[in-house]
């Protein structure tokens, strides 16, 4: 079984008096989905940077299916572990949605034919096929969330790090990305999910993770 693991982390930030986190373990596993919960100030956005490796601990380290994260650069890390920000539209860039899901795959050199294939299949799973040529910015918060998960997860991502993805979205887009959180788990996907909204952790989460200070 595939896991993403924080190993006897610590991270501190320059201008901090203390660590943000000391000597923190955790285990992320696939076909899970592990809801990060903690006050303001706990380390649970440091955490999921560090898994992406926007940041890099000072001692400890990070691992994916075995694999230390240091040797990777962040597209490489990309490929294993996705993110997808509190607000999507700081990580959508692209000229239409179809572009969008394109610009990783493109990037990972594969030709034009395997990229019609998995775009195509990616926008279908996540309800945006009848987006395919729409400027991003003009769609819904759920919609633009849901094509910031479709361009990691087409990657082949085995792992994925969501930031308060219910914040800003009512009570039936919350449904909506619920069920696709429950499809990708269905596929081993290995989900974490930072989040304060207990009564969203209580319906999708398999686990909670409690991180205090």
């Given amino acids: 079984?595939?896991?993403?693991?924080?190993?006897?982390?610590?991270?501190?930030?320059?201008?901090?008096d203390a660590p943000v986190l000391l000597g923190f373990?955790?285990?992320?596993?696939?076909?899970?989905?592990?809801?990060v919960s903690g006050d303001n100030g706990s380390g649970k956005t440091t955490l999921t940077k560090l898994l992406v490796g926007?940041?890099?601990?000072?001692?400890?380290?990070?691992?994916?299916?075995?694999?230390?994260?240091?040797?990777m650069d962040l597209f490489e890390i990309g490929r294993h572990v996705g993110y997808v920000f509190q607000n999507p539209n700081r990580q959508l860039f692209c000229d239409t949605v179809y572009n969008?899901?394109?610009?990783?795959?493109?990037?990972m050199g594969l030709g034009e034919e395997q990229v019609e294939q998995k775009v195509c299949f990616h926008?279908?799973?996540?309800g945006l096929s009848r987006?395919?040529?729409?400027?991003?910015?003009?769609?819904?918060?759920?919609?633009?969330?849901?094509?910031?998960?479709?361009?990691v997860i087409a990657l082949g991502t085995g792992y994925l790090v969501l930031d308060e993805p219910a914040t800003g979205l009512d009570a039936r887009r919350q449904l909506?990305?619920?069920?696709?959180?429950?499809?990708?788990?269905?596929?081993?996907?290995?989900?974490?999910i930072v989040s304060h909204s207990s009564d969203f952790a209580a319906r999708y989460a398999d686990r909670e993770l409690v991180i205090k200070r």
């Fill in 100 to 107: 969008e899901v394109a610009y990783g795959l493109r990037n």
């Fill in 25 to 35: 373990s955790a285990r992320f596993e696939r076909g899970n989905i592990t809801v």
């Fill in 123 to 126: 926008l279908d799973f996540f």
């Fill in 176 to 192: 909506e990305l619920g069920e696709i959180l429950l499809k990708l788990r269905r596929q081993n996907c290995g989900i974490m």
């Fill in 131 to 151: 987006f395919r040529e729409v400027y991003p910015g003009i769609l819904s918060l759920g919609e633009k969330q849901r094509l910031a998960l479709a361009a």
């Fill in 54 to 71: 926007v940041l890099r601990p000072s001692a400890g380290r990070v691992i994916v299916d075995g694999n230390d994260i240091a040797s």
């Fill in 1 to 16: 079984m595939g896991v993403l693991a924080a190993e006897n982390i610590t991270f501190q930030y320059p201008q901090s």
